[in-house]
């Protein structure tokens, strides 16, 4: 039996939670907030931060914001 396989757009309807990424390693939270004039942001505010699908959801796509920004204890978090 052969599955059918989803395209992006189906499996967003079935999976819609969005996240944020965060660390808590100062103690109050960062977030990372979307780009501008192509620089990295950060912000102390979540409604600030960038929404991110379930697709975005990666190990990898958080190995890059850690590389990027330096930050170790970044992480996905669920809105």
């Known amino acids: 039996m ?6 992006s757009k189906e499996y967003l309807k079935l999976h819609p939670d969005q996240y944020v990424i965060v660390t808590y390693e100062f103690g109050e939270p960062i977030y990372i907030a979307p780009l501008k004039d192509l620089q990295m942001q950060i912000t102390p505010n979540r409604n600030e ?6 697709l975005d959801n990666s190990p990898t796509k958080l190995q890059y914001h850690i590389t ?3 930050y170790k204890g970044l992480m996905f978090e669920k809105v």
Do not use: D, F, V, Y
């Open 2 to 7: 052969e599955k059918k396989k989803l395209t």
């Open 68 to 70: 990027t920004t330096g």
């Open 49 to 54: 931060a960038e929404l991110w699908s379930e």
